[in-house]
């Protein structure tokens, strides 16, 4: 899984043709792996905050059948795509799903900024994202967390994962 990158200035034509140069070089018939361009949410110059820029990047690619989508949830919300209000209306514009991050986002919707938040405690909330794992059209899609770790009380520095506590929540 990887970020597509940015174009840098040189617009998100250039950057695309820069990324699928890039793509088409690595994918190749030798290739045992395949590379997963995750859902961007915008901020800077990144490419793939729309699900258009990122069929623009599959269109190109030669190996398509090494290639697949991150899904990251706080990534679709701070890009705009609004999973709690049209949840299905974002998976009508989103049917080919490779992988998820699943994790909150601490931004409003639309923000363009990429700041993840545990599992209930953002913007998106426990319930849109409990509907993306049990969705059943992606019940064998991997969902991977990717939430912050947790301070302890009294303690200003991050120790704890939330792992453990955050899938038993989901998978309730």
Same mark, same amino acid.
């Given at each position: 899984?990887?970020?597509?990158?940015?174009?840098?200035?040189?617009?998100?034509?250039?950057?695309?043709?820069?990324?699928?140069?890039?793509?088409?070089?690595?994918?190749?018939?030798?290739?045992?792996?395949?590379?997963?361009?995750?859902?961007?949410?915008?901020?800077?110059?990144?490419?793939?905050?729309?699900?258009?820029? !990122?069929?623009?990047? *599959? &269109? +190109? /690619?030669? $190996? @398509?059948?090494?290639?697949?989508?991150? =899904?990251?949830?706080?990534?679709?919300?701070?890009?705009?795509?609004? !999973?709690?209000?049209? *949840? &299905? +209306? /974002?998976? $009508? @514009?989103?049917?080919?799903?490779?992988? =998820?991050?699943?994790?909150?986002?601490?931004?409003?919707?639309?923000?363009?900024?990429?700041?993840?938040?545990?599992?209930?405690?953002?913007?998106?909330?426990?319930?849109?994202?409990?509907?993306?794992?049990?969705?059943?059209?992606?019940?064998?899609?991997?969902?991977?967390?990717?939430?912050?770790?947790?301070?302890?009380?009294?303690?200003?520095?991050?120790?704890?994962?939330?792992?453990?506590?955050?899938?038993?929540?989901?998978?309730?």
């Amino acid at each position: 899984i990887l970020h597509p990158g940015a174009h840098v200035g040189a617009g998100v034509e250039i950057g695309t043709a820069q990324i699928i140069k890039g793509l088409n070089e690595v994918l190749t018939a030798e290739t045992d792996c395949c590379i997963a361009l995750e859902t961007m949410a915008g901020k800077g110059s990144e490419i793939g905050r729309t699900f258009e820029e !990122l069929k623009m990047i *599959y &269109d +190109g /690619v030669h $190996r @398509k059948d090494r290639l697949r989508v991150c =899904f990251d949830t706080c990534h679709v919300n701070d890009a705009g795509y609004d !999973l709690v209000n049209d *949840y &299905d +209306g /974002v998976f $009508r @514009k989103f049917d080919e799903i490779a992988v =998820f991050h699943i994790n909150d986002s601490l931004n409003l919707l639309g923000a363009h900024k990429d700041r993840h938040a545990n599992i209930g405690a953002g913007t998106i909330g426990f319930d849109p994202l409990y509907k993306v794992v049990h969705d059943e059209r992606f019940l064998d899609v991997p969902k991977i967390l990717e939430t912050p770790w947790l301070c302890a009380e009294g303690e200003t520095k991050k120790t704890i994962p939330p792992y453990k506590e955050e899938i038993a929540r989901l998978l309730r």
